[in-house]
């Protein structure tokens, strides 16, 4: 299946930021595949980039998340 940054947030009802991390992490884990750039009609802007994903995608985040370091806060005075 093809799709935008622009599609995935519209389908998922999150920011185009959020849309657009999530299908660069899923394009160095390798599940999805940067296919093509569209330009716009009006020939401004930077081009849309186009993915190719399945249709179902299942992440495991756990073990990577336990990895991370845990920060420590200090009580206001």
Same mark, same amino acid.
């Not at 390798?30 to 992440?59: I, Y």
């Given at each position: 299946?093809?799709l935008?940054?622009?599609d995935?947030a519209?389908?998922? %009802?999150v920011?185009?930021v959020i849309?657009?991390?999530?299908m660069?992490?899923? +394009?160095?884990?390798? !599940? &999805? ?9 009006? %020939? ?11 249709s179902? +995608?299942?992440?495991? !985040? &756990?073990s990577?998340?336990t ?11």
């Amino acid at each position: 299946m093809k799709l935008t940054a622009k599609d995935v947030a519209d389908y998922m %009802g999150v920011d185009y930021v959020i849309a657009s991390g999530l299908m660069t992490m899923l +394009v160095s884990k390798g !599940l &999805a595949k940067h296919v093509e750039n569209r330009r716009s009609t009006t %020939g401004k802007g930077k081009p849309t980039r186009v993915f190719e994903v399945n249709s179902t +995608v299942q992440l495991e !985040l &756990a073990s990577e998340i336990t990895q991370m370091p845990v920060p420590a806060f200090k009580e206001a005075a």
